[in-house]
Nanobody
Framework: QVQLVESGGGSVQPGGSLRLSCAAS????????MGWYRQSPGKQRELVAL???????NYADSVKGRFTISRDNVKNTVYLQMNSLKPEDTAVYYC??????WGQGTQVTVSS
């Protein structure tokens, strides 16, 4: 069973930056995709970014050029560097492995 623990959420002003981290317990094959989804009130959960084997990445159009996903296969950890944050980025961010295992979520609030 894979357990995921997220950290790094918080409140920031527009234009600011945050870095999310997600540590997975147990052994995660490097071929398994890891990533982030987010959900705002009244909206469906949506993909933010996915990374496989540390090479292939996939981003939502709304975050391209602002967010960067990376992973450390030794530490079984995935990161999401979020720059130039906008109010519309406000959501609960969920870490996932294989879009099957999910973290508990961490709140990101972008507001002046």
């Amino acid at each position: 069973q894979v357990q995921l623990v997220e950290s790094g959420g918080g409140s920031v002003q527009p234009g600011g930056s945050l870095r999310l981290s997600c540590a997975a317990s147990g052994s995660i094959p490097s071929t398994w995709p890891m990533g982030w989804y987010r959900q705002s009130p009244g909206k469906q959960r949506e993909l933010v970014a996915l990374i496989t084997s540390g090479v292939s990445t996939n981003y939502a159009d709304s975050v391209k050029g602002r967010f960067t996903i990376s992973r450390d296969n030794v530490k079984n950890t995935v990161y999401l560097q979020m720059n130039s944050l906008k109010p519309e980025d406000t959501a609960v961010y969920y870490c996932t492995v294989r879009v099957r295992y999910w973290g508990q979520g961490t709140q990101v609030t972008v507001s002046s």
